[in-house]
């Protein structure tokens, strides 16, 4: 990580702590703003890291190199900070002030549900939640499934007041869905009770809460159609993937991870959608494997399988692979010049590359 | 309760079609096609032309199906509904527009919010009627030429939403007016109710236009030498009524009519 010149520079990475999704990087160079990026794999394996630590509750806070000093630092749970400096003279203390300050301007998501009084607030892109307080995290299946789609589907409003009947949590008495388009395709939904009206949430309000972390917002817009960060590394025959935790009952999902040649998106979605349904019934359970109590049925279920679309089929030569790796499932649909010996490998370091994402 | 002002005396009426009035259009288009606009985000001029902006909140009332939601979406240039669903709950639009103040030669940047609710969520959610009503320097009430009875039921719109609100701009919309051919309400009954009740009245179609050589993407320039005549009428009627609070004009009570 080193740099020649004189100067040094520093990088600012945030990321999702749930998801490890990169919501923004900055860096400069001698002080001045510079376009120098890291490179995916270096934000991934300094998240990894100081998440592996996290999980044998070790909390990893800072480490130092010949000439770069790294901190880390997660805040309520909903966010971690990275920096990294080479500058001259940098502690390891004046990086953690630098990190407090720069999450004082994160803090808007779950600062600004508390102020609205609701536990359940979310941003949206493009009918997905990109970022969500704990507590719309946690709602019923049928309603965080239902919600975004709800969103997703409507002709695009500056901002929305739609009581929403909760299949779940509430079936008879309707709550308030709020939805606010901070940026277009970006909108900032909150589920509530009476409180608060539509009209508090005027654009002075919004401007106070959301125009400083404008950068992190406008960051979050092409996770919407791609549904991964820009320059995220996935091989070119990926058409289309599927990945679903298990346990978390997430999913990460797109159809349109590079160009647009071959299929059209719906028919992708089309053939993913399929493939789901014939894998869960035949071979793979839709839930996870831990409850499968019999050892020897553990042992018994196949790990990976794909099929090659037959001619007369549309879309024939493309392939589609599942492979489960304990709480993680992951359905690719790939082009039909992709050798069917490469598709396991394929799929698996896949599957590790996407991982820090869910 | 101020005189609305005659038309084209606030503002120049066909400003937007002037050279200088395009130069000013330009910043609420992007690439022939209408801008949408976040909540975060307004229309920015190059950089020397700094211009005051003006807001508003106009709530759009009127009968189930008579073309609230289509006359909001043509407002703001987006596909209008083909077909009538009921709006669910409260909805709101944003719509920047440049017009030059007759007076002072000024220009202001109009940021209308328009504030529409189906009929039927504002009948089933007391709360919902109450939100739309708050603070709110306009109601547009809206009839459809080709529904009578949502005509005549204008003076009780008017009395329910408006009653308590004296101080407020108040505008009539006829809608549908492409269909003018099949209209229940003759223009004698238009030219009675203006006569009574003293308030501007405008007729909209809220169809869309014209669509751009690729056959799909609204013409944003044909949107809006559509729907000019509204913009500048709200904020025609907006602006005087500001100018009257501020005690800038005298009231109507001095202000015989000519
Ligand atoms: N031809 C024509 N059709 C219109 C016009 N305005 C609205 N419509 C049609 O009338 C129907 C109802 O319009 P909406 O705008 O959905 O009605 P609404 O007033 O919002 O109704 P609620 O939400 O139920 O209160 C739709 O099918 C529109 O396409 C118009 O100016 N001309
Ligand atoms: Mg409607």
Redesign the pocket.
């Known amino acids: 990580m080193g740099e020649e010149g004189t100067g040094g520079s520093v990088h600012l990475l945030c990321l999702a702590a749930s998801s490890g999704v990169p919501l923004f990087c900055r860096s400069s160079r001698g002080g001045a703003p510079s376009r120098q990026q890291l490179p995916f794999s270096v934000i991934g394996s300094l998240n990894g890291v100081h998440m592996f630590g996290q999980n044998l509750e070790v909390q990893l806070s800072s480490a130092r190199t010949k000439d770069t000093t790294v901190v880390w630092k997660s805040f309520h749970d909903s966010i971690t900070l990275i920096v990294l400096s080479s500058e001259e003279g940098t502690s390891e203390l004046k990086l953690e002030r630098l990190l407090q300050m720069v999450f004082g301007a994160m803090e808007a998501l779950s600062g600004f549900a508390e102020a609205m009084g609701t536990g359940f607030v979310s941003l949206m892109v493009s009918g997905r939640v990109v970022s969500a307080t704990e507590g719309w995290w946690r709602l019923g299946t049928p309603e965080a499934v239902l919600l975004p789609w709800l969103v997703g589907s409507l002709p695009p409003q500056a901002a929305r007041d739609y009581p929403v009947y909760l299949p779940h949590g509430s079936p008879t008495v309707p709550h308030r869905l709020l939805t606010l388009t901070l940026l277009p395709g970006l909108e900032l939904c909150l589920l509530c009770g009476p409180r608060p009206p539509l009209s508090q949430l005027g654009p002075q309000l919004l401007e106070r809460w959301w125009q400083p972390v404008l950068d992190p917002l406008r960051a979050c817009l092409p996770l919407g159609p791609r549904g991964l960060p820009y320059g995220f590394p996935l091989h070119k025959d990926i058409l289309g993937l599927l990945l679903l935790h298990l346990e978390l009952k997430r999913c990460l999902f797109t159809v349109e991870p590079l160009g647009d040649k071959g299929p059209s998106p719906e028919q992708r979605r089309r053939l993913l959608r399929h493939f789901y349904a014939l894998v869960t019934s035949t071979h793979f359970p839709p839930e996870p494997l831990e409850k499968v109590e019999d050892d020897v049925s553990r042992a018994q279920l196949p790990r990976a399988c794909y099929l090659v679309l037959g001619p007369g089929e549309p879309g024939t030569g493309l392939r589609l692979i599942a492979l489960q790796l304990g709480l993680r499932l992951l359905l690719l649909l790939l082009a039909p010049q992709s050798p069917t010996h490469g598709l396991r490998s394929l799929a698996t370091h896949t599957l590790h590359t996407l991982s820090p994402l869910l | 309760m101020a005189r609305p002002p005659a038309h084209g005396s606030v503002v120049v009426p066909d400003w937007h079609e002037t050279t200088e009035g395009k130069e000013y259009l330009a910043c609420i288009l992007r690439k022939s096609r209408r801008r949408v606009f976040g909540l975060l985000e307004r229309p920015v001029l190059p950089p020397p032309v700094a211009i005051d902006t003006a807001s508003y909140k106009i709530f759009v009332s009127?009968?189930?199906?008579?073309?609230?939601?289509?006359?909001v979406?043509?407002l703001a240039g987006l596909e209008?509904?083909?077909?009538?669903?009921?709006?669910t709950g409260i909805q709101t639009t944003v719509v920047f527009w440049p017009a030059k103040l007759q007076a002072s030669n000024r220009v202001i940047m109009f940021r209308f919010e328009f504030w529409?609710?189906?009929?039927?969520a504002l009948k089933k959610f007391d709360h919902m009627l109450l939100a739309c009503k708050e603070n709110t320097d306009a109601f547009l009430f809206?009839f459809?030429f080709t529904d009578r009875a949502s005509f005549e039921d204008l003076p009780g719109q008017l009395a329910r939403i408006a009653g308590e609100a004296p101080g407020v701009v108040r505008m009539v919309i006829g809608?549908?007016?492409?269909?003018y051919m099949h209209t229940d309400v003759p223009e004698r009954d238009l030219t009675a109710f203006r006569q009574a009740w003293q308030l501007p009245l405008l007729r909209?179609?809220?169809?869309p236009g014209r669509r751009l050589a690729d056959g799909r993407t609204l013409d944003g320039w044909a949107g809006l030498a559509d729907i000019a005549h509204v913009l500048n009428g709200l904020a025609e009627q907006l602006w005087h009524q500001d100018q009257v609070a501020a005690g800038l004009l005298p009231t109507s009570a001095e202000n015989t009519p000519s």
């Open positions: 009127g009968k189930s199906g008579v073309g609230k939601t289509a006359l979406a043509k209008v509904p083909l077909v009538h669903h009921e709006t529409d609710c189906g009929e039927s809206l459809s809608s549908k007016f492409d269909q909209v179609k809220s169809v």
